[in-house]
């Protein structure tokens, strides 16, 4: 759709003349810088009831229409405890399902409750699966697009929650290492549903061979589930060491499940306990800036980081 804009002529030795002219969408909207909101580990099984620290996904969902995104990222485990088409029709869908038209998920362990996380690809369709758009079960869940001057990638971590064992993920940084080949934006965000990093739970190391791609690549921020609280940490590599040619994780397990105590950790900037919240992601033209807006609507955390 095009869209008319109005800019000023100046004459000579005349006044300012107004003139509306028609501009393309993708010229019009280039200078928007989009906005995305995110978090994971969202919707208790259906009928269970909300209390002040388990089943809030209708109140991160509420926070969500405020927020007015372009996109909407569900960081993986949407419903408990097993990912059924019952509880993503009964539970997910009356809450962050009103944004299915807006939605890029990715899957978390607990999707994977059902065979092939049939309930998961199944309720999304080619929308979590886009590169293999008539697939239902046991699909490769991963894929990316571009918003804004933003690549984005959406990573399929399938880890074990008792053992933090993954899935072989070696098609899937190849395929990684290719796409962001041939996508040699500025900037980019990838977001998965395990951490590297994380304080007192959650941390997955298998999913290294994912950041040591995205690090080749020079991906500036990462933002995962898993961990049931907020976190975020200062621009390190996978091994750890902090460097600002490194990529900055932000953890937002918050979406309305249930919340974890967790503790401090190496390169750690800060945690939030027992909040839900989403995280607000605006991708400018040369950086981003995040916010963790609790469901109070309240900003707890803001952080900002240049693009490499």
């Not at 280039?30 to 099984?45: E, F, K, Y």
């Not at 064992?165 to 965000?189: E, F, G, K, N, R």
């Amino acid at each position: 759709m095009a869209h008319y804009v109005r800019v000023f002529s100046r004459l000579a030795g005349a006044v300012a003349v107004a003139v509306s002219v028609l501009v393309p969408a993708s010229s019009a909207g280039a200078a928007t810088s989009p906005i995305l909101v995110a978090a994971g580990d969202i919707a208790c099984a259906p009928g269970s009831p909300s209390t002040a620290t388990t089943c809030n996904q209708t109140q991160t969902a509420a926070e969500i229409g405020k927020l007015s995104p372009r996109y909407v990222l569900p960081l993986g485990d949407l419903v408990y405890p097993a990912g059924t088409q019952p509880g993503f029709s009964n539970s997910y869908g009356p809450s962050w399902g009103q944004y299915k038209s807006i939605t890029k998920p990715v899957p978390g362990n607990h999707d994977y409750g059902t065979a092939g996380a049939s309930g998961y690809f199944g309720y999304f369709g080619s929308r979590a699966t886009p590169l293999q758009p008539s697939c239902t079960s046991n699909c490769t869940g991963y894929y990316s697009f571009s918003t804004g001057s933003w690549h984005v990638v959406a990573l399929n971590t399938q880890c074990s929650e008792t053992t933090n064992s993954c899935a072989s993920m070696t098609a899937q940084a190849a395929w990684l290492d290719q796409d962001l080949t041939s996508h040699p934006t500025t900037c980019t965000l990838a977001y998965m549903h395990n951490p590297l990093f994380s304080g007192g739970y959650g941390a997955t190391p298998a999913v290294k061979v994912l950041w040591t791609v995205l690090q080749k690549h020079g991906v500036d921020l990462v933002i995962t589930g898993h961990a049931h609280n907020y976190q975020r940490f200062v621009s390190q590599n996978p091994s750890g060491t902090a460097t600002a040619a490194g990529i900055t994780e932000i953890i937002a397990g918050t979406g309305g499940d249930s919340l974890q105590t967790l503790t401090t950790t190496t390169n750690q900037a800060t945690h939030i306990n027992h909040t839900f919240g989403v995280v607000q992601l605006t991708l400018g033209s040369a950086g981003w800036t995040s916010k963790f807006v609790s469901t109070a609507n309240a900003v707890l955390d803001t952080a900002s980081g240049t693009c490499h």
